[in-house]
């Protein structure tokens, strides 16, 4: 899906980098949550890497309504609608 986002707008491929060991390991953890966590009294996953997880979230959510708000703007302006 990351991909497909950076398609879409380079900006993306600033959250949740890969190429640094404790972001790629936390997005791993939340991965594994998906299905371990719901199944597993043995899945664990950090206070710090949650607070990390939830700040990426919070960044995510961000560049997406400005994408979409970009977008939807372009969009307005080609159909000649105010």
């Known amino acids: 899906m990351r991909s497909l986002c950076v398609q879409i707008d380079p900006a993306f491929a600033t959250i949740f980098p890969k190429n640094c060991k404790r972001p790629r390991r ?5 991965k594994r949550a ?3 966590a719901g199944y597993s009294m043995h899945y664990e996953i950090t206070e710090e890497e949650l607070d990390w997880l939830s700040s990426e979230v919070e960044k995510l959510q961000a560049l997406t309504k400005q994408s979409c708000e970009a977008k939807l703007e372009q969009l307005k302006q080609a159909s000649g609608a105010e």
Do not use: P
């Open 34 to 36: 998906y299905v371990e």
């Open 26 to 30: 936390a997005t791993q953890r939340l």
